[in-house]
């Protein structure tokens, strides 16, 4: 009698990387939001188009992947979170017209601001002044990922915000 083959486990199933974003960061765990085309209107992106960044915080899928990487590099170098820092990120429309409305001179019109994009970010902890050493880290660092403190918010651009933040894909 001939001994039968002793059974062979089972390879594990190969789990299927995840799709690099457009920045070549890793996207954000859990989110499949795509980056709106030419038929979406500033403020009025929805789940499908927004990834959650921790905080209550959403952003674009790319502007998201790369911040969520500013933040681990943050995190690495200091011990602390840039994510618990975000005061503001996507604005719908009518957030928009809330915040024009509260601060005059001071909010995009409405329908313009790279918020209803969801590709700007404004960060306290620091960051909400411009000898702040969260504002120099940033100054420092984020453009390494693709994030810029614009001309316009800099000191003395046409409305100084240390605490504004762009995200440009094509930087």
Same mark, same amino acid.
């Given at each position: 009698?001939?001994?039968?083959?002793?059974?062979?486990?089972?390879?594990?199933?190969?789990?299927?990387?995840?799709?690099?974003?457009?920045? *070549?960061?890793?996207? @954000? /765990? %859990?989110?499949?939001?795509?980056?709106? =085309?030419?038929? !979406?209107?500033? &403020?009025?992106?929805?789940?499908?188009?927004?990834?959650?960044?921790?905080?209550?915080?959403?952003?674009?899928?790319?502007?998201?992947?790369?911040?969520?990487?500013?933040?681990?590099?943050?995190?690495?170098?200091?011990?602390?979170?840039?994510?618990?820092?975000?005061?503001?990120?996507?604005?719908?429309?009518?957030?928009?017209?809330?915040?024009?409305?509260?601060?005059? *001179?001071?909010?995009? @019109? /409405? %329908?313009?601001?790279?918020?209803?994009? =969801?590709?700007? !970010?404004?960060? &306290?902890?620091?960051?909400?002044?411009?000898?702040?050493?969260?504002?120099?880290?940033?100054?420092?660092?984020?453009?390494?990922?693709?994030?810029?403190?614009?001309?316009?918010?800099?000191?003395?651009?046409?409305?100084?915000?240390?605490?504004?933040?762009?995200?440009?894909?094509?930087?």
């Amino acid at each position: 009698m001939t001994a039968a083959p002793a059974p062979t486990a089972a390879a594990p199933a190969a789990t299927p990387a995840p799709t690099p974003s457009p920045t *070549g960061f890793p996207p @954000v /765990p %859990g989110c499949d939001a795509t980056i709106p =085309g030419g038929d !979406v209107a500033n &403020g009025e992106l929805g789940d499908e188009h927004l990834c959650g960044i921790g905080s209550g915080q959403q952003l674009r899928p790319d502007a998201a992947a790369s911040f969520v990487a500013l933040d681990a590099f943050y995190r690495a170098e200091t011990g602390e979170g840039l994510i618990e820092c975000v005061t503001d990120s996507y604005r719908s429309y009518e957030a928009q017209v809330d915040v024009a409305e509260r601060k005059p *001179g001071l909010a995009a @019109v /409405p %329908g313009t601001s790279e918020h209803g994009w =969801g590709l700007a !970010v404004d960060v &306290g902890c620091g960051a909400n002044s411009f000898d702040g050493a969260l504002y120099d880290w940033l100054d420092d660092n984020a453009g390494e990922f693709g994030w810029d403190n614009p001309d316009w918010a800099r000191p003395g651009g046409s409305t100084p915000e240390p605490w504004h933040w762009e995200f440009t894909p094509d930087s």
